[in-house]
């Protein structure tokens, strides 16, 4: 008798715990943009030469042309035609990899609903990235793997989403035309519709534009494309472009930046376009400066003009345009350079120790429910 009671007692207070999430409706919306830096499974992709650097040792001495392809894609004797060569990418170090990214998200404030990331290989990875280190957060995946190979090294945008798909996700090819020849190809721009806890469909763009090694005209004509795809949207929808736009810290500021964010009715932190000072998302050398280490924004999120906090809406949301900034949570996340003189920079992942995370900082910012 005083077993069970103590059965009924504890199973229903299980209940109650259980039952809490479900009885507060969500009011907040954590957005995260977060570029995982080459996050690459252990396994050769047959029809991609580009993935060959991030495999294991005993992988690639049994590759006939291994050498061969390293050079061709890296330049003889280049950094990364060594890192072709030597670089041990094996399961241990793919998986700490794994923990070392899921490891900054499980320490932010709160567990994103919403993470746009760049640099995933396939869907395999992210798989990976859930199944083994957020087992418990029931994230959908976006990762369509359609991005040009080789000139993408297979990299795509992926996304992880708390909110259920609505729709089918679509991957969109950016042509730049006549520019072709100096721009090359990028990642598609990956667009998913995700059902909001009111019934809302939040429009969401994943972006990772080309490097600062493109001249600017690359990343404008990229950015006109997802204002085309934006625009074609039902009026009113709820959108928001998040990832690695590569616009720098000296891009930012120009008219023609704040044209495309006008044109197109988007809202924006200011911080992303106040120019080469802190904070930013990653490490912007000023070459014009005297080797001037500073940062840029190159991961922003931007909302369309619907989820503005400064036009009236009868929508549910609006993004707290403040709430935009980096996401440093870990003490894996900074290094020291020693030789800027001291100066704080994101720390890479370094396969050989375990150590760093990533090239860039995340980005967050917080969609709030209307009252
Ligand atoms: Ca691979
Ligand atoms: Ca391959
Ligand atoms: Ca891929």
């Not at 991961?299 to 906090?309: A, G, K, N, Q």
Request: net charge negative; with cysteine; glycine share 6%.
């Amino acid at each position: 008798m005083f077993e069970s009671r103590i059965a009924v007692i504890t199973s229903a207070f299980v209940f109650l715990i259980a039952a809490t999430p479900f009885a507060k409706a969500q009011d907040i919306i954590n957005v995260v943009a977060f570029n995982a830096e080459n996050l690459f499974d252990t396994v050769n992709d047959a029809d991609n030469p580009r993935d060959d650097t991030y495999l294991p040792l005993s992988v690639k001495s049994a590759m006939s042309d291994h050498e061969a392809n390293c050079e061709r894609f890296n330049g003889s004797g280049s950094f990364y035609f060594r890192q072709c060569m030597n670089l041990n990418w094996d399961l241990p170090t793919y998986h700490t990899k794994l923990k070392r990214y899921a490891d900054v998200l499980k320490a932010m404030p709160a567990m994103p609903d919403i993470v746009v990331i760049a640099e995933t290989e396939n869907r395999q990875v992210l798989e990976d990235l859930t199944s083994r280190e957020l087992p418990d957060e029931s994230f959908h995946i976006v990762q369509l793997d359609t991005s040009d190979e080789p000139d993408s090294r297979g990299i795509d945008v992926g996304i992880l989403s708390k909110f259920p798909i609505v729709g089918t996700p679509q991957a969109h090819v950016v042509d730049f035309g006549r520019n072709e020849n100096s721009c090359g190809k990028t990642r598609d721009i990956v667009q998913a519709g995700f059902a909001l806890p009111d019934g809302e469909t939040l429009h969401v763009f994943g972006v990772h534009f080309p490097s600062g090694r493109s001249p600017f005209i690359c990343r404008i004509i990229a950015f006109q494309k997802l204002n085309n795809l934006v625009s074609a949207l039902p009026e009113k929808s709820l959108a928001v472009a998040a990832g690695d736009f590569n616009i720098n810290c000296v891009e930012g500021p120009s008219d023609a930046f704040t044209r495309l964010l006008v044109r197109n009715g988007w809202y924006a932190s200011p911080l992303v376009s106040s120019g080469c000072r802190a904070p930013g998302s990653s490490k912007f050398v000023d070459h014009s400066l005297n080797n001037w280490n500073t940062w840029s924004f190159l991961d922003m999120i931007l909302v369309s003009s619907e989820l503005s906090p400064t036009r009236p809406s009868d929508k549910s949301w609006f993004a707290d345009l403040g709430s935009f900034n980096t996401l440093v949570v870990s003490t894996e996340q900074i290094i020291v350079d020693d030789r800027d003189k001291g100066f704080i920079e994101p720390r890479r992942f370094d396969p050989e120790t375990g150590r760093g995370v990533s090239d860039h900082f995340p980005v967050g910012m917080r969609l709030i429910k209307r009252r």
